[in-house]
């Protein structure tokens, strides 16, 4: 019965997994695509590795599989962030149906100050 | 030529679906577990996302875009092995899955700040 939870879990994943890598290949700018890929990527990657916890248990390799959940959540948005602030200050363009660009208003009212000064 | 491209890639996803559905990945197999099958069709299905990965790295038209496909093909081959470790029932898999997660996030810090414009050591 456990085996068949992990295994749905494992499934999930899987799931999660392929459509973030189909947003990754079909959304029109860096921003969408990071987004997309990183949320559902994520997700997929923890769903796996509890999925495996479930099947193998409280030995080495479940306790190893629970670190890494802990490990993936923290890191991976940390590393979205830094590449999405990177493009943004490298001067990627934004998809031309954008709607908003807050980092943008920010950096000028930053520079405005700055003249003020 | 357009649609000779699209003509390949319709063939390589067409094969990689024929391949899910008839035949699973063969590996070395756990006694204990009967859910083979399932398995290395999962096996099918992380190859296949890698793919879609590594043209996004093979067509991205900035860096950052390469930079993105590196950093999510990364956290894909940590599912792999975490997969790979309940399938072979061999724990080390785990093992490179964690030192591969740790060396992707360092990867793609280092890669932002390179995007940035800046050195490395501020």
């Known amino acids: ?117 | 030529m357009k649609i000779f491209r699209w003509l390949i890639g319709a063939i390589i996803l067409i094969g990689i679906f024929i391949l899910i559905i008839i035949r699973p990945l063969p590996f070395l197999f756990y006694p204990d577990l009967p859910y083979i099958g399932f398995l290395g069709r999962v096996l099918y299905i992380i190859i296949l996302a890698c793919i879609l990965c590594l043209y996004r790295v093979w067509r991205g038209p900035t860096g950052a875009d390469r930079i993105v496909a590196i950093d999510i093909l990364g956290i894909m081959i940590v599912g792999l092995c975490a997969v790979l470790t309940i399938s072979t029932g061999r724990s080390w898999y785990i093992d490179i899955g964690i030192a591969w997660a740790l060396q992707s996030f360092i990867c793609a810090l280092a890669l932002s700040k390179y995007l940035e414009g800046k050195g490395f050591d501020d």
Not at chain 1, 47 to 66: C, D, H, N, R, Y
Not at chain 1, 70 to 96: D, M, N, S
């Open chain 1, 1 to 117: 019965m456990i085996n068949i939870i992990g295994l749905i879990f494992i499934s999930i994943g899987i799931a999660f997994d392929l459509l973030g890598c189909l947003g990754l290949v079909r959304l029109p700018d860096v921003y969408c695509r990071l987004q997309a890929a990183t949320k559902c990527v994520t997700l997929g990657t923890c769903s796996i590795l509890f999925g495996t916890f479930m099947i193998v248990g409280f030995t080495a390799p479940g306790i190893k599989s629970l670190l890494c959940i802990v490990f993936v959540a923290l890191t991976a948005p940390v590393a979205a962030h830094a590449i999405a602030r990177g493009a943004h200050r490298a001067g990627v363009k934004l998809y031309k149906g954008s709607v908003v660009d807050r980092y943008a208003e920010d950096k000028e009212g930053e520079n405005e100050i700055k003249n003020k000064n």
